[in-house]
């Protein structure tokens, strides 16, 4: 598996083996949340920023 770069400051991101397409992750330099839109080759895109946290 390769290793995705954070699109914001093109840090390596390690991602969960389990990942699946469309999870939100943060990006452990920056912080930024980022979403895998592909698996096979990984790709990572900046989410879309939210004010507010969905619920928990
Ligand atoms: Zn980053």
Redesign the pocket.
């Known amino acids: 598996m390769t290793t995705p770069i954070?699109?914001?400051?093109?840090?390596e991101?390690s991602i969960p083996q389990d990942a699946m397409e469309n999870e939100l992750i943060s990006?452990?330099?920056?912080?930024?949340e980022?979403e895998i839109i592909s698996l096979n080759p990984v790709e990572l895109e900046l989410a879309p920023e939210t004010e507010e946290d969905w619920g928990e």
């Open positions: 954070c699109p914001e400051c093109d840090a991101v990006c452990p330099d920056c912080g930024s980022l």
